[in-house]
């Protein structure tokens, strides 16, 4: 089972260098505020989704193709995950439901229960 955590680069089938696609947890965003955590998870709040990062055409500028040389090797390095896989994130287990390409939160985590 692949292990995911907050702020973890993924991608999809068909997706591509340009793809920006990042987990995203309650717990990378609550930090060790407990307090919040769980007023967060009370009001029904997802504990994981992803996030696609909205894609901006740009001119030639200096350091583009460095950028573009870093971003093609953290997409090489970003974990492939499948529609319908169960995933590990941060110790809680979750079925990957991939809503696709064309939506700012291209994955959904489903948890899985009593696991």
């Known amino acids: 089972m692949k292990k995911l955590k907050h702020n973890q680069r993924v991608k999809i089938e068909k997706s591509e260098w340009f793809d920006e696609i990042y987990v995203k947890t309650l717990k990378g965003f609550c930090g060790d505020?407990?307090?919040r955590y769980c007023r967060a998870v009370s009001r029904?709040?997802?504990?994981?989704?992803?996030?696609?990062?909205?894609?901006?055409?740009?001119?030639?500028?200096?350091?583009?193709?460095?950028?573009?040389?870093?971003?093609?090797?953290?997409f090489d390095n970003a974990v492939l995950i499948v529609d319908g896989e169960k995933v590990d994130i941060e110790g809680q287990i979750f079925i990957v439901k991939v809503n696709g390409l064309k939506y700012s939160d291209p994955i959904s985590f489903v948890r899985v229960h009593n696991v």
Not at 44 to 55: I, Q, V
């Open 33 to 35: 505020d407990n307090e």
């Open 44 to 74: 029904g709040d997802y504990e994981a989704w992803s996030f696609k990062y909205p894609l901006c055409l740009t001119a030639n500028y200096a350091g583009k193709d460095n950028e573009t040389a870093l971003k093609k090797d953290s």
